[in-house]
């Protein structure tokens, strides 16, 4: 590969599209930046929600001190309770010089019993670096509001039913790691995963960083040894927590630069399979090659049998510059519907217009007879707390409380103890569902003794439907509870049951029986809304009977 400067690749990267911690030691053209400073980057974080009598796991990650050496003197926070409480207290004072290119520590706050109530959290660091002192709180980003992070202390789980699984499909670690971006190490977000309450999450690092260099993420490393670090990692992470009580499973990807149909850029999240697939297309790390090394049917030909294939984000339109400079695209519904692919990813980290194109196309899809599952994620590097991004190029920064690890979820049902395979099995299968909050369960029984979970197909005429809803006061009342059906033949979806009032507002189950006329083909699927905007949209069932002989 030729190596070019690294600033004529940033020119490419800081369109505003990554949801990251952010790098911020390059210049414009070599000279000009609002956000560098002569000092490694740190950060603090914390997750969003904390599950009931689980600690409060708080991270100070340092980056980039093999550059900016310092000395680390003090670290503490400052809590602020519910009832106007202030609880300060040291979490390090020893002075530490740290000269490596990251340095992390995960503390762990034990919290009050009163919990259903929102904390407010400073972290402070103090630092020394040619004989001056810094303080910063919560990050030393130039631009950033350094505002207290609010933390929800729950008093109960988020909803689930037994053997349901939540995760997040869509995490970028550390190995995620070039001009302007880069995540967390893996052990921070295995322990944010703990404290949120997932079960599971997808490791889906960039294709055009899993292939570089370990210290130089732009040149490519024909030995993959990043790539080899990466599942070395993963494999004595899961290792490790077999001995747990409630373990965190990790799923080994990654997010593959493809071209789409019409020859632009698009991403893929491969999972689970032992092979590298190389996508530089949009990596912007060559001025002159814009085009990925494979389109989505040379993936999809070559997947392993245990892998799974998602269209990442797949209601996301590149903005104009992105479309322009890197030749970004959209996947088209010639893409989707191609063979071998699982399904989408319609949902990444917040409800809005990328999420209803995702599941219009998706709709479409299912209308045309295609068997194509959802999946929810939030494509966070880091982002535990607070989404830090690079706006305009080396002019300022963006915060905001959206696209968090672990805030939108898909849910698998699995037989506990739980395994990696049985998860991935339960994604290439479609029995899952995507949720913000609340979660949701639909089964059918033919007239003959038949059962169909979610993502499967029955063949009786006659059936009854089973329909459950759960969610928690954290994720708001049931308000609709809504079931649908797709007519295959007649390509149309309509309501088949609409339920807004309910005994108790937390569950709900009903039986609803459907019969269909031979020859036919349908599906069934959920969909469930809080009083607090919060929703879950579950896979299908179908139901398709044969054409009776005359």
């Not at 939540?166 to 995540?183: A, I, K, M, P, R």
């Not at 889906?204 to 899993?210: G, I, K, N, V």
């Not at 001995?243 to 893929?268: A, D, L």
């Amino acid at each position: 590969m030729i190596q070019i400067d690294a600033t004529t690749s940033l020119l490419f990267k800081t369109v505003p599209c990554f949801i990251l911690y952010a790098e911020i030691h390059r210049k414009f053209l070599g000279f000009f930046s609002l956000v560098k400073h002569n000092l490694p980057e740190i950060i603090a974080d914390v997750p969003y929600r904390v599950e009931p009598q689980h600690p409060l796991p708080i991270i100070c990650l340092i980056k980039d001190a093999n550059h900016y050496p310092i000395v680390l003197h003090r670290i503490w926070y400052k809590l602020h309770l519910a009832n106007g409480q202030v609880k300060q207290q040291n979490l390090w004072d020893i002075p530490v010089k740290i000269s490596s290119r990251y340095w992390y520590k995960i503390f762990k706050l034990d919290l009050p019993h009163d919990r259903q109530q929102f904390l407010s959290l400073d972290l402070h660091v103090e630092v020394e670096r040619k004989d001056k002192k810094y303080h910063c709180t919560n990050d030393n980003y130039r631009g950033t509001s350094h505002a207290s992070f609010k933390i929800w202390m729950a008093n109960e789980p988020l909803p689930r039913f037994p053997n349901l699984l939540l995760g997040d499909v869509h995490y970028h670690s550390n190995y995620t790691d070039d001009q302007v971006e880069f995540g967390a190490p893996l052990p921070i977000a295995v322990e944010m995963a703990q404290a949120i309450g997932l079960d599971f999450f997808c490791v889906t690092d960039h294709s055009y960083d899993l292939d570089d260099y370990p210290h130089n993420c732009l040149q490519n490393d024909p030995s993959l040894t990043k790539w080899k670090m990466f599942h070395r990692e993963v494999k004595m992470l899961n290792q490790a927590q077999q001995t747990k009580t409630k373990p965190v499973i990790i799923i080994p990807g990654e997010e593959v630069s493809v071209r789409n149909s019409q020859g632009r850029n698009v991403h893929m999240l491969v999972l689970n399979d032992g092979k590298f697939y190389p996508g530089s297309g949009d990596s912007a790390e060559n001025w002159f090659k814009l085009r990925s090394e494979f389109q989505i049917a040379d993936i999809l030909q070559n997947l392993s049998d245990h892998a799974v294939a998602i269209a990442a984000h797949s209601g996301y339109r590149a903005p104009l510059l992105e479309y322009l400079l890197i030749q970004r695209g959209k996947w088209e519904m010639e893409d989707c519907e191609l063979q071998n692919l699982t399904g989408l990813q319609i949902l990444n980290g917040e409800n809005n217009e990328s999420f209803r194109r995702g599941l219009h196309q998706w709709r479409e899809l299912l209308l045309k007879g295609k068997k194509l599952y959802i999946f929810a994620g939030n494509d966070a590097h880091g982002n535990f707390n607070r989404y830090r991004q690079l706006g305009l190029p080396f002019l300022h920064m963006r915060e905001r409380q959206a696209q968090l690890f672990g805030q939108m979820r898909t849910a698998v049902f699995v037989e506990k103890p739980a395994k990696l395979e049985q998860i991935v099995t339960a994604l290439k299968q479609g029995i899952s569902m995507i949720t913000s909050g609340p979660v949701a369960n639909l089964q059918a029984t033919g007239e003959h003794g038949h059962r169909a979970n979610l993502g499967e197909t029955i063949h009786d005429r006659k059936i009854q439907l089973r329909i459950l809803a759960k969610s928690s006061l954290e994720c708001g009342a049931l308000q609709e509870v809504i079931l649908l059906r797709g007519d295959l033949q007649q390509r149309q979806e309509i309501v088949l049951q609409l339920w807004r009032e309910f005994s108790s507002n937390w569950d709900f189950e009903t039986i609803l029986k459907c019969s269909i006329s031979s020859g036919h083909e349908y599906y069934y699927r959920l969909e469930i809304l809080t009083d607090k905007g919060n929703f879950c949209y579950t896979n299908p069932i179908w139901q398709k009977t044969e054409k009776k002989a005359r």
